[in-house]
């Protein structure tokens, strides 16, 4: 796990002074990626210089020292992640006549781009990553990333220089930088508290979708391939379904994952897991200890407060399978003085509440490791999010009223306020226990409205609901582009199927990858993902719908293989999220930090925000009226996150 870096003065019309300092000032911007050392190389002729920060797991000698040169000397790597079939794809090069110096898999990447080519090589990868490709016959450059984006990689063109890195801190102090927001890209922001792809919060700068890599020559030209596409993975799923008996099927996923799990264990650094409690994070840490002859080290975070812990749940996993747990159970305050920091993990805004318990979690891990094994990518291939069953029931109801009786309804029910239905909830004793009601039905009524099924996914997802105006000039109400490129496919799925595409597609890599990496990596820690190990993906989108949602409940093969090494009743219970009470908090101690941002004369700064429906939200949810956590952190965040950068 590191940090690339880089640029690249392709036609040369620009001159920019010491460029070695420049590569240096880059790579050490993301120091935290890689403590265990620093790398550069530069072709002053070509004017190409990258930097590299590395974070040593396989291979700690300096054979595995990056940037990496091919024995040829015609080839040039700067390389992020991890190859788990490093060692076939070794053997296969041997075997071609190639000759290692060392056995790292940043070494088996470069001299297999440079023998078999970019898309052969990136399609023989079992792995997460993001890299850099210097082709010299060629004068050409290509930037990859890994299938579902697991490794971050940013680019753009500013000023005829090519610049790259992991993260955006590193582009910011090259002197051909120009920061301005992309105001499109900040609207969609609101919408989802994530920038999607392939935007970047900058206009100019875009994230590498997921499973491409792009080529570009000293003229600039560039191209774009597809080397695994997950759209056309999804749709072969619509003409084949694995009629396979539930036991061969079970099997089957026991292999792939025991597979999976296994690569992700070959490290010659301390590893471990992070353990929930819940059923993903609770198979691979079985999958992990049947494959270990000592105890697997486990990590959970625990709170205080009711409804926001599972660290009692993780610590009955782990005693059933003996591993040597870890816990930490962190008082608010401690929780709380982290929240400044997050703008510098994140350079761009983020706004998932879950990022906190990441990162503390990610913390204690690497007090004593330095990879830690997740259950992240379990909910979106095997229907295991809230949402989807509510949201099929709810579309199934909707499509079967009229749209203008829906209109009726949805205006009676928001002409009654929030407070007023949670009263009710309180008298009535069917819709006791039924949390927050108000907010509840005041959402379903904005859905009453949706056209299709896949209105009703966007509505349900945004947290500023529709047509919202936030962003001052050019706002535009927009989905991510992939996003949009895919829905006009109209693909025959049912709807559970189609809110898992999605998630897929934008969802999975824009938050939950993005969190995981930078809060781990914030750290120096390195995550790894084996539900993403895009065998498994590929297997459970074969999969028929019996055999991932029944009984109301998702997971269902998850939930039957996880059987055959925990007892049910460790994990058979209601989903909980991996968040924090940022409601009461703000309501509470973070009740003047968060004024500060939200104030009208913070709000209306550089002419971007509309301050109206903010400070309209604020007050309402200090009034305990409504319940506006998370859009209202989405503000805040972006608030913190401009401050910290600068950025108009």
Same mark, same amino acid.
């Given at each position: 796990?590191?940090?690339?870096?880089?640029? !690249?003065?392709?036609?040369?019309?620009?001159?920019?002074? /010491? &460029?070695?300092?420049v590569i240096q000032k880059m790579t050490d911007a993301i120091i935290h990626r890689g403590p265990d050392s620093s790398g550069l190389w530069w072709d002053e002729k070509a004017e190409i210089y990258f930097g590299h920060r590395r974070l040593a797991i396989i291979d700690l000698s300096s054979a595995g020292h990056q940037p990496m040169v091919s024995r040829s000397g015609l080839s040039v790597l700067s390389y992020n992640g991890e190859i788990y079939n490093s060692d076939e794809l070794r053997k296969q090069l041997i075997e071609a006549g190639c000759q290692f110096k060392g056995y790292s898999d940043t070494e088996v990447i470069l001299e297999a781009c440079e023998l078999w080519g970019i898309e052969k090589t990136t399609k023989s990868l079992i792995g997460m990553f993001a890299f850099a490709f210097w082709d010299a016959r060629k004068q050409q450059l290509t930037l990859a990333r890994d299938r579902v984006g697991k490794k971050p990689l940013y680019w753009g063109i500013h000023q005829g220089m090519l610049l790259f890195a992991s993260e955006l801190k590193a582009l910011t102090v090259h002197p051909a930088w120009s920061a301005k927001i992309n105001r499109n890209a900040l609207a969609a922001y609101f919408d989802y508290n994530y920038v999607p792809a392939p935007n970047s919060i900058y206009q100019d700068i875009q994230k590498l979708k997921p499973g491409t890599f792009i080529s570009i020559d000293a003229f600039g030209k560039t191209q774009e391939t597809t080397y695994w596409d997950f759209h056309q993975i999804a749709a072969q799923s619509l003409g084949f379904r694995d009629s396979r008996s539930e036991l061969e099927l079970e099997e089957t996923l026991d292999v792939l994952l025991r597979d999976a799990v296994k690569r992700r264990m070959i490290s010659d650094v301390p590893?471990? /897991?992070f353990l929930s409690g819940g059923i993903d994070s609770s198979l691979i840490v079985a999958l992990m200890q049947a494959e270990s002859t000592r105890a697997v080290k486990t990590f959970s975070i625990g709170f205080h407060e009711p409804g926001y812990n599972e660290a009692i749940y993780a610590a009955a996993v782990a005693k059933h399978l003996g591993t040597d747990h870890h816990e930490l159970y962190l008082p608010a305050e401690e929780a709380q003085s982290i929240i400044p920091q997050i703008p510098e993990w994140f350079d761009e805004p983020f706004a998932d509440v879950s990022q906190i318990p990441t990162f503390l979690v990610s913390k204690l891990a690497?007090?004593?490791?330095? @990879?830690? =094994?997740?259950?992240? %990518? %379990?909910?979106e291939?095997?229907?295991?999010?809230?949402?989807?069953?509510? %949201?099929?029931?709810?579309?199934?109801?909707?499509?079967?009223? &009229?749209?203008p009786l829906r209109m009726l309804v949805a205006k009676s029910l928001f002409s009654v306020s929030p407070h007023h !239905?949670?009263?009710?909830?309180?008298? @009535? &004793?069917? =819709?006791?226990?039924?949390?927050?009601? %108000?907010?509840?039905?005041?959402?379903?009524?904005?859905?009453?409205?949706?056209?299709?099924?896949?209105?009703?996914?966007?509505?349900?997802?945004?947290? !500023?609901?529709?047509?919202?105006?936030?962003?001052?000039e050019e706002n535009a109400e927009i989905k991510p582009a992939r996003q949009q490129d895919q829905t006009q496919s109209n693909l025959a799925f049912n709807f559970i199927e189609y809110m898992q595409y999605m998630d897929t597609l934008n969802y999975l890599p824009d938050d939950i990858l993005t969190k995981v990496d930078r809060?781990?990596? /914030? @750290?120096?820690?390195?995550?790894?993902? &084996?539900?993403?190990?895009?065998r498994v993906i590929e297997f459970a989108w074969t999969l028929p719908m019996k055999m991932k949602v029944r009984d109301g409940k998702g997971k269902w093969l998850l939930r039957s293989l996880l059987k055959r090494y925990v007892p049910s009743h460790l994990f058979e219970r209601p989903k909980m999220g991996f968040g924090v009470p940022i409601d009461t908090w703000l309501r509470g101690p973070l009740r003047d !930090? /968060?004024?500060? =941002?939200?104030?009208?004369?913070?709000?209306?700064?550089?002419? =971007?925000?509309?301050?109206?429906?903010i400070r309209q939200r604020w007050q309402e949810h200090l009034s305990g009226k409504r319940n506006w956590q998370y859009s209202l952190w989405g503000v805040l965040m972006f608030q913190a996150w401009r401050n910290k950068w600068d950025a108009k």
């Open positions: 796990m590191c940090g690339i870096t880089g640029f !690249w003065n392709m036609k040369q019309q620009v001159r920019i002074a /010491a &460029p070695k300092e590893l471990a /897991a690497r007090s004593q490791v330095t @990879v830690s =094994l997740s259950g992240d %990518g %379990g909910d291939l095997f229907a295991g999010y809230n949402r989807y069953f509510l %949201g099929n029931k709810l579309w199934y109801i909707l499509s079967k009223i &009229p749209k !239905w949670d009263k009710l909830s309180s008298v @009535v &004793p069917m =819709l006791k226990h039924r949390g927050v009601l %108000g907010d509840k039905i005041h959402k379903l009524s904005g859905l009453l409205g949706a056209r299709s099924p896949e209105e009703c996914y966007q509505l349900s997802t945004s947290y !500023w609901g529709r047509r919202h105006s936030l962003v001052t809060t781990s990596m /914030a @750290v120096s820690l390195e995550a790894r993902t &084996p539900f993403l190990d895009h !930090w /968060a004024e500060d =941002l939200l104030s009208e004369n913070e709000l209306r700064k550089d002419n =971007l925000l509309n301050p109206k429906p």
